[in-house]
């Protein structure tokens, strides 16, 4: 099986996106991606989006938002972009790597309890209990 880092779609409207950015006063943040935030709450039915520059800035608001820091443990998939770790490992947080179903090439997750180690990381024991973190 062959996994594709990446496959950039792009037609008419999409370059005219970008030409229309190129022809403006304004190369970079305001309005488009004031436009891009909104939409994207609107899709996910919230009142606020957040729209930054890269995956990685993306991946790494979400380990913050989650909470997740120093001594935590993360359970992630080794076939991955090389951000998702680093995004954990930025915050101080523990990588835990649980390997993958060949045909679907995502996590296993019939592997993941056995991935929590005991008595140790904030998330192991939330993991465990079935309950929100703190």
């Known amino acids: 099986m062959k996994v594709a880092l990446s ?17 403006s006063d304004i190369l970079a943040l305001r309005p ?3 436009q ?4 994207i709450a ?3 039915g919230r009142k606020h989006g957040i729209a930054v520059n890269s995956g ?4 790494h608001l979400l380990i913050r938002a989650s909470g997740i820091a120093d ?9 991955s972009f090389i951000a998702s770790s680093n995004c954990i490992l930025y915050e101080r947080a523990k990588p835990v790597f649980v ?4 045909d679907t090439v995502n996590i296993d997750a019939s592997l993941i309890e056995q991935a929590i180690t005991r008595g140790r990381g904030r998330y192991s024991r939330w993991m465990r209990s ?5």
């Open 42 to 44: 609107d899709y996910c």
């Open 71 to 79: 001594g935590d443990e993360v359970i992630t998939t080794p076939l």
């Open 99 to 102: 390997d993958i179903e060949p």
């Open 56 to 59: 990685t800035s993306g991946l």
């Open 36 to 39: 891009f935030g909104r939409l």
């Open 32 to 34: 488009k991606e004031a």
């Open 130 to 134: 079935g309950s929100q973190p703190v």
């Open 7 to 23: 496959c950039p779609d792009l037609g008419p409207a999409e370059r005219q996106a970008v030409m229309d950015v190129l022809e």
